[in-house]
């Protein structure tokens, strides 16, 4: 990319966005972009970013799903509150020598998913590096404030469900880390890749289930199961007890783990990157979140367990209980 | 950091964090912000990284620096919009060796950037690499609609005006590249090397002119002012011209770029990171925009030149003219 500049990058990428919707008063091209709050909402605000070598690898995530997984784990963060995505800054470091047809793709893999959500590419910034490709996205949303799902709500009582299945990102990244991606294991181990490669975000769950105030609470499973029931735990002042029987575990996991001599439990528990949505949902609410997931028409939800007095974390085996383990966590993976 | 882990570091960054402001609804600790947007007015938003090795060098940018210029940066496109800073969202990758007292160094200037400028810490996230440090930060303002400052309002025959001098941070870069900061230039040298490693943006003044609607079309100069000017005036379907002998050089920049065998004016049109501002101002606001630079009481400003009909960028030397030189990219420099 370094022999065409920043200025024909720049057109390129403005030659593929749509044109801005009419909340937008400045978009890509200013110093900033500027835009009209929704009425009577909150605005939500977070950002993620993706680093080579960190949080992705070239010899298995294609451009095209670096740039879809760049704005998904963004989009993840916003359904978790319970808001609707509006728009979102892509920022880009890219390699000197990083071809032109992968930033086509990489813009292409951003532009999918921010157009199938109704995203707008508000603005962000372009520059070359020396060193690995960097992918920062900020994605912003609004949420009626009643309607905002947080963390911080949960009770001793609440039931914990889990949308979706756990430890496919986890199966799915064990196989590439591998190479046993193609091998054994047919449509599940292609699924449990394509989960970690091409996360999809449950943003129509998540704001279904806000706009009914189905939850009292709401993390998402980025860093996994394990690390999202203790994070949720902690802001709501609770404990939690996971029933082991009852978390719906990806179908791939279970050999993947397996074969490498571990527990499938675990490794589902402790595997990051599912981005399925915790939630906590009061016991007069159970009847209302069962419908809202119906209506959400996203991915089905499991009860895996509840919240609890105190603050122990612990996991049930059929009457056995342990201590929760701890969960996987971003911090501590460095390849 | 990495013995620490992420959660003691945000327990870190937390405890140093100032209470938010009431319109802060969720702040630090859930998986977004979300903040009550302000009253009547559009929400400007912004993101600027900066990556090691790529943007800045921790030879001669301390920690504090780099948490300082990573807000600065971004309060500058602000400025530029007329806006006022609200809050900001940071996010750091950290090399895993990187100590823990330099994150707080880090996060201390960072923190007395934005405190002097009234800007909420709202959000963000920490991870590790074996790589580069990178620091990201996206801010966020407010800024009434008519009141707002962009690059595509200026017409033929407005004035431009240019806050403070040009080419110090050039100056300051250039000195610490040949190892000379220390060395002959006395103040002037410490002066263009402070430039280049804390800038100041020109928030108030920004403010203040968008307030009294006294500009037509601002820019900053994060890519020198020869590009700023290349930037207005193709926004707003303009040419411009620059009368060489008006243009404010920085007091160091003449004594660097001699040294080098350089023309100081080039240096200075070309350098980039002085972080001023570029103003067109309609010659009917001409006492206006003067008064109220006055009442910004921020930083001089210099009328430099003015907007032509046409698209011809010229640089006027005392009578012989020239096309204005290319300034300044950050995608070309890659060291």
Same mark, same amino acid.
């Given at each position: 990319? &370094? @022999?065409?500049?920043?200025?024909? #990058?720049?057109?390129? #990428? ?11 008063? =400045? ?17 939500? #605000?977070?950002?993620?970013?993706? /680093?080579?070598?960190?949080?992705? @690898? +070239?010899?298995?995530?294609? &451009?095209? @799903?670096?740039?879809h ?8 963060? *916003?359904? &978790?509150?319970?808001? +609707?995505? +509006?728009?979102?800054? $892509? &920022?880009?470091?890219?390699?000197s ?13 951003f ?9 707008? #590419? ?5 520059s ?8 920062? /996205? ?8 009643? !309607? ?13 469900y ?13 196989? *590439? ?6 091998a ?8 449990? =890749? ?8 449950? =943003? ?14 709401? =993390?998402d ?8 029931v ?12 996971? %029933? ?9 996991v ?8 571990? @527990?499938? $439990? $675990?490794?589902?528990l402790?595997g ?15 009847k209302?979140?069962?419908? %809202?997931?119906?209506?959400? +028409?996203d991915?089905?939800?499991? !009860?895996?367990g509840? $919240? ?5 974390? /612990? ?8 201590? *929760? ?8 993976r460095?390849?």
């Amino acid at each position: 990319v &370094s @022999d065409l500049g920043e200025q024909a #990058l720049i057109a390129r #990428l403005r030659a593929r966005v749509p044109p801005p919707p009419a909340w937008v008063t =400045v978009g890509i091209g200013d110093d900033a972009a500027a835009i009209e709050p929704a009425r009577n909402e909150l605005e939500v #605000l977070t950002t993620d970013i993706l /680093v080579e070598g960190v949080h992705f @690898d +070239r010899r298995w995530s294609s &451009s095209t @799903d670096i740039g879809h997984k760049a704005l998904a784990v963004n989009l993840s963060d *916003l359904a &978790s509150m319970g808001a +609707r995505p +509006r728009g979102a800054l $892509l &920022s880009l470091v890219l390699p000197s020598t990083f071809p032109v047809a992968e930033f086509d793709a990489l813009l292409g893999g951003f532009l999918e998913l921010s157009t199938r959500h109704g995203v707008a #590419l508000l603005g962000g910034n372009l520059s070359t590096s020396p060193g690995p490709l960097i992918v920062d /996205v900020t994605a912003i949303g609004t949420v009626h404030r009643r !309607r905002m799902l947080m963390r911080s709500g949960g009770r001793p009582g609440d039931a914990l469900y889990v949308s979706g299945t756990v430890g496919g990102a986890a199966a799915g990244l064990a196989r *590439l880390t591998a190479g046993t991606a193609t091998a054994a294991g047919g449509n599940e181990a292609a699924t449990a =890749v394509r989960r970690y490669v091409r996360p999809e975000a449950r =943003v129509r769950l998540g704001l279904v289930v806000g706009r009914n105030r189905a939850a009292s609470a709401c =993390v998402d499973l980025s860093d996994g199961l394990a690390d999202a029931v203790r994070q949720l735990a902690s802001a709501s002042g609770t404990g939690a007890t996971l %029933a082991a029987d009852a978390i719906p575990l990806d179908a791939d996991v279970e050999r993947v783990a397996r074969a490498g001599g571990a @527990d499938p $439990l $675990l490794t589902a528990l402790g595997g990051g990157e599912d981005y399925e949505l915790l939630f906590a949902v009061p016991p007069r609410r159970l009847k209302g979140f069962q419908a %809202a997931c119906r209506l959400a +028409r996203d991915v089905a939800v499991t !009860r895996v367990g509840a $919240l609890t007095a105190g603050t122990e974390l /612990v996991l049930d085996r059929g009457g056995q209980t342990e201590t *929760l383990p701890v969960g996987f966590t971003h911090f501590e993976r460095t390849g």
